[in-house]
Nanobody, 124 residues
Framework: QVQLVESGGGLVQAGGSLRLSCATS????????MGWFRQAPGKEREFVAA????????YYADSVKGRFTISRDNAKNTVYVQMNSLKPEDTAVYYC?????????????????WGQGTQVTVSS
């Protein structure tokens, strides 16, 4: 069983930055594709970013490309997303997710493990 725990959410003004972390348990973290998703009030959960288990490949939603950066530290079993130039429309609960394998995954149906989420609120 893999457990994911997000942290780093909070309230920030538009234009500001936050870094979310997702700590994972399990010895095979380095073999998991990791992703970040978000869900705004009244909306469906949407893909934000994903990173391959080696960390050499990343993929971003168009809405965050150039502003968000996903990374991972396999020695610490942790994946991050650095969020810069935040906008009010980035306000959501952010979830990290994991799935064993090598291919980048962008659909929530592809992920097997989920964290509990962390709230990010961007004020205008």
């Amino acid at each position: 069983q893999v457990q994911l725990v997000e942290s780093g959410g909070g309230l920030v003004q538009a234009g500001g930055s936050l870094r979310l972390s997702c700590a994972t348990s399990g010895r095979t973290f380095r073999r998991y594709v990791m992703g970040w998703f978000r869900q705004a009030p009244g909306k469906e959960r949407e893909f934000v970013a994903a990173i391959s288990w080696i960390g050499g490949s990343t993929y971003y939603a168009d809405s965050v490309k150039g502003r968000f950066t996903i990374s991972r530290d396999n020695a610490k079993n942790t994946v991050y997303v650095q969020m810069n130039s935040l906008k009010p429309e980035d306000t959501a609960v952010y979830y990290c997710a994991g799935v064993a394998g090598m291919a980048l995954a962008t659909s929530e149906d592809e992920y097997d493990y989920w964290g509990q989420g962390t709230q990010v609120t961007v004020s205008s």
